[in-house]
């Protein structure tokens, strides 16, 4: 098992999956890519850098390559003061509203969406919402739409939803046959997924009222980050709301004067009015 990992190690795999793939590794945070990649060589039972390079030339194994760097949500309703929040945000602003557009940015084993499905549901919010989730590669969505997750995976989630105080049970969503808990497909009737680089040029056809981006940043470089969030700024409605990771936050000069804080501790954010015209912001 691949323990250490040096710099021109790192190096020659940038290259080659840039040049390969095109896709640009070191825009990631050093310390979480150098991690993740040693997680990924041991699920992938590769013993040495130069074995998975080797592997690599294959796309099909790319594909494996990618899910597993890909970081994952383990559990629903992580945090769930931040839940709370939220659905006390979206009832407060958008009650009256005829339609909501929502992006998770990063949806990975799809428990981040699952919450908020049925939080849209828990607000009736359900019917009126598109949301569209997303994440680096296509074979990420393979899972998370057969919505599967083992039996164990409930003690935490049914914790979580406990905690807070919703009028529907989450028993409703769900059924159990042997060790698997399948959620109820139609919850995915309004969702669509979309392969999509979160540090390129390129802005998703939608303009959103909200997007999710939790635990998702830490992940990045500060150069990164900044392109990220000024991304997300030029996504949103005017005054969307942008939620991000509790560890996360935005110090960034520029990305303080795009977004407002709605709420410090739960780390939700509102884009600034200035925001949709960059010159005026002195």
């Not at 080797?54 to 194994?61: E, G, I, T, V």
């Not at 407060?92 to 939080?119: K, M």
């Not at 939790?214 to 990220?228: A, D, F, G, M, S």
Request: hydrophobic share 40%.
């Amino acid at each position: 098992m691949i323990k250490k990992i040096n710099i021109l190690e790192l190096k020659e795999l940038n290259r080659f999956v840039l040049e390969t793939y095109g896709m640009d590794f070191t825009k990631f945070s050093l310390a979480a890519y150098r991690r993740r990649l040693i997680q990924a060589c041991h699920h992938l039972e590769m013993n040495s850098i130069e074995a998975l390079l080797n592997s690599l030339k294959s796309p099909d194994f790319f594909e494996l390559f990618l899910k597993e760097m890909v970081v994952e949500v383990t559990e629903m309703f992580r945090d769930p003061s931040f839940w709370r929040r939220l659905k006390l945000e979206l009832k407060e602003r958008y009650q009256n509203t005829s339609r909501l557009r929502i992006w998770i940015a990063g949806g990975s084993s799809g428990q981040e969406l699952l919450s908020l499905l049925i939080l849209l549901k828990e607000i009736n919010f359900f019917d009126k919402t598109k949301v569209t989730t997303t994440e680096i590669h296509s074979k990420v969505f393979e899972t998370v739409k057969k919505l599967k997750y083992p039996i164990k995976s409930l003690e935490i989630t049914r914790s979580n939803f406990e905690r807070l105080e919703f009028n529907n049970s989450i028993e409703d969503f769900y059924t159990i046959e042997n060790d698997t808990v399948t959620f109820e497909k139609s919850l995915l009737n309004n969702v669509v997924f979309n392969t999509h680089l979160l540090d390129s040029n390129e802005l998703l056809a939608d303009k959103f009222d909200l997007i999710l981006c939790r635990n998702v940043l830490l992940y990045y470089n500060q150069n990164t980050q900044k392109k990220i969030i000024e991304k997300f700024s030029k996504s949103l409605l005017s005054k969307g709301k942008l939620a991000i990771g509790i560890k996360e936050a935005l110090v960034n000069l520029n990305s303080q004067r795009l977004f407002s804080i709605l709420s410090d501790e739960e780390k939700i954010y509102e884009k600034r009015y200035l925001a949709d015209n960059p010159s005026l912001i002195s």
